[in-house]
């Protein structure tokens, strides 16, 4: 199976800052990436995929690099509403997998 | 606008079994699949399964094979995630998620709200 880490774990930033998560897969996905983001009490929410596409009503603040096995997830300027906790996903392999996700706090 | 209502939260003791609905609304069900995720109580999103509408083909990891069933009833547009012999590590909330192929990449874009399954003696 297909290992997905994300890293940092979580974070701590401010309104306004720019924020980069990282996720490393074991071996080589191509593309087969897709980043979601995570509210308490909800369902998680698709932002990115095949790595860098922005998903449809996503704000363009949001953007996805990387292919092999080194993604990014980057946030230029942090808004209130983006604090949550972010999960990569990789369906390149069966069974597709997702990352340990990356909490995003408030500093 | 594209909707999946899932069934309402179950409370199951070790041994029985659970079966969540997922009831999608506002797109052609047979043009997209459904995967069926799962979160433990304070944990990370753990894969399930997957559904083809048009197939009916269906595929699940495998530490749940044997115990899972995947089901989509297009004249309903309802899909079913059946789990047998609960364990109470299967206490979770239970997504559906629509997913399109881009590219080849399986992307889940529209998700329920979650099924809380409890297994409790």
């Known amino acids: 199976d297909i290992q997905m880490t994300q890293s940092p774990s979580s974070l701590s930033a401010s309104v306004g800052d720019r924020v980069t998560i990282t996720c490393r897969a074991s071996q080589n996905i191509n593309n087969f990436l897709n980043w979601f983001q995570q509210t308490p009490g909800r369902a998680p929410k698709l932002l990115i995929y095949a790595a860098s596409s922005l998903q449809s009503g996503v704000p363009s603040r949001f953007s996805g690099s990387g292919s092999g096995t080194d993604f990014t997830l980057t946030i230029s300027r942090l808004q209130p509403e983006d604090f949550a906790t972010y999960y990569c996903h990789q369906s390149f392999g069966i069974p597709p997998s997702f990352g340990q996700g990356t909490k995003l706090e408030i500093k | 606008q594209v909707q999946l209502l899932q069934s309402g939260a179950e409370v199951k003791k070790p041994g029985a079994s659970v079966k969540v609905s997922c009831k999608a609304s506002?797109?052609?069900?047979?043009?997209?699949?459904v995967s069926w995720v799962r979160q433990a109580p304070g944990q990370g999103l753990e894969w399930v399964g997957w559904s083809s509408t048009y197939s009916g083909n269906t595929d699940s990891v495998q530490s749940l094979q044997g115990r899972v069933t995947l089901t989509t009833d297009a004249s309903t547009t309802t899909a079913y995630m059946e789990l047998r012999n609960l364990r109470s590590d299967d206490s979770a909330i239970y997504y559906c998620?629509?997913?399109?192929?881009?590219?080849?990449?399986?992307?889940?874009?529209?998700w329920g709200q979650g099924t809380l399954v409890t297994v409790s003696s």
């Open positions: 506002g797109y052609s069900f047979t043009n997209y699949g």
């Open positions: 998620a629509r997913s399109r192929f881009v590219r080849g990449i399986l992307t889940p874009d529209y």
